[in-house]
């Protein structure tokens, strides 16, 4: 059975920086698409970062600060997140697909405050 398990989130300042990380494990093949969600307080979740072979996207409210990586070797997946900002507050899912078949995390909570 595949399982997802985010860490690295907390409390950040305004202008900090953090990295998650979303290690997969119950399965020896890597993903074919990996992806990164964003719960803000309210709201529904939204996709924030994607990466599918050589290609990354992006939301618009992200873009060239947030970046997504990933680790063949230790199936893992990792978002690095720069300049933060208190919008940037929320529960941050991780979101794998193998094939058809998508798994997802429980969340890692970032909150973005002085």
Excluded at 31 to 42: C, I, K, L, S, T
């Amino acid at each position: 059975q595949v399982q997802l398990v985010e860490s690295g989130g907390g409390l950040v300042q305004p202008g900090g920086f953090v990295t998650l990380s979303c290690a997969i494990s119950g399965t020896n093949f890597s993903p074919d698409v990996v992806d990164w969600y964003r719960q803000a307080p309210g709201q529904g979740r939204e996709m924030i970062a994607h990466l599918a072979d050589a290609t990354e996207m992006y939301a618009d409210s992200v873009k060239g600060r947030f970046t997504i990586t990933r680790d063949y070797s230790e199936n893992t997946v990792y978002l690095q997140m720069n300049d933060l900002r208190p919008d940037d507050t929320g529960v941050y899912f991780c979101n794998v697909l193998f094939g058809p078949s998508s798994y997802w995390g429980r969340g890692t909570q970032v909150t973005v405050a002085s």
